[in-house]
């Protein structure tokens, strides 16, 4: 059983910034390809960043987040800098075994979100 647990959520004021952190139990780490997406109350899930052999980022946080990982420990980051109100959100760590892109559908894993709130 693969599980994902994500941490480092909180409350930050605008122009702030965060490290979540996800860490995955189960499975082989390195196999995954690694994503991060958020949802905004009364909006649907959208994507944020994914790592595998490389990086993609959502234009809205493009310069602004960072996605990384470390093998060693099966964990997952995501640096927010410079967050404004847009950025408040569950975001929720997610794993897939078949390169999964942008596409919510192709990730086989998920955590339960930490929330995010970012106040003017």
């Known amino acids: 059983q693969v599980q994902l647990v994500e941490s480092g959520g909180g409350s930050v004021q605008a122009g702030g910034s965060l490290r979540l952190s996800c860490v995955v139990a189960g499975g082989t780490f390195s196999n995954y390809a690694m994503g991060w997406f958020r949802q905004a109350p009364g909006k649907e899930r959208e994507f944020v960043a994914t790592?595998?052999?490389?990086?993609r980022y959502a234009d809205s946080v493009k310069g602004r987040f960072t996605i990384s990982r470390d093998n060693a420990k099966n964990t997952v980051y995501l640096q927010m800098n410079v967050l404004n109100g847009d950025d408040t959100a569950v975001y929720y760590c997610?794993?897939?075994?078949?390169?999964?892109?942008?596409?919510?559908?192709?990730?086989?894993?998920w955590g339960q979100g930490t929330q995010v709130t970012v106040s003017s």
């Open positions: 997610a794993a897939s075994l078949r390169d999964g892109q942008r596409d919510a559908g192709r990730y086989d894993y």
């Open positions: 790592i595998s052999w490389y990086t």
